[in-house]
């Protein structure tokens, strides 16, 4: 079993930054797929950014804005938020897929307004 456990959120003004983290309970050198999602009200759970073996992929709608990056040593993967607009408010979700179980973390609110 793999704990996720995501920090960061909060409430920021549009054009502010944020910076989340999910720290996991495994090695996430042993992890298949790891990374971020969102979820706004009334939206479907979708793919923010993402590890998959040597690439990244990151949604069109935060490319240039948001950055993955991970601390091997520390078992940490952050997700640095630039350039926030209202449409990026939703809970954002941790995900590892190690071997064939998914995980999620528990998610942490991310709200931009003025």
């Known amino acids: 079993q793999v704990q996720l456990v995501e920090s960061g959120g909060g409430l920021v003004q549009p054009g502010g930054s944020l910076r989340l983290s999910c720290e996991a309970s495994?090695?996430?050198?042993?992890?298949?797929?790891m990374g971020w999602y969102r979820q706004a009200p009334g939206k479907e759970r979708e793919l923010v950014a993402l590890?998959?073996?040597?690439?990244?992929t990151v949604a069109d709608s935060v490319k240039g804005r948001f950055t993955i990056s991970r601390d091997n040593a520390k078992n940490t993967m952050y997700l640095q938020m630039n350039s926030l607009k209202p449409e990026d408010t939703a809970l954002y979700y941790c995900?590892?897929?190690?071997?064939?179980?998914?995980?999620w973390g528990q998610g942490t609110q991310v709200t931009v307004s003025s």
């Open positions: 995900y590892a897929k190690y071997s064939f179980r998914v995980y």
């Open positions: 495994a090695s996430i050198n042993r992890s298949n797929f």
């Open positions: 590890y998959s073996g040597g690439s990244i």
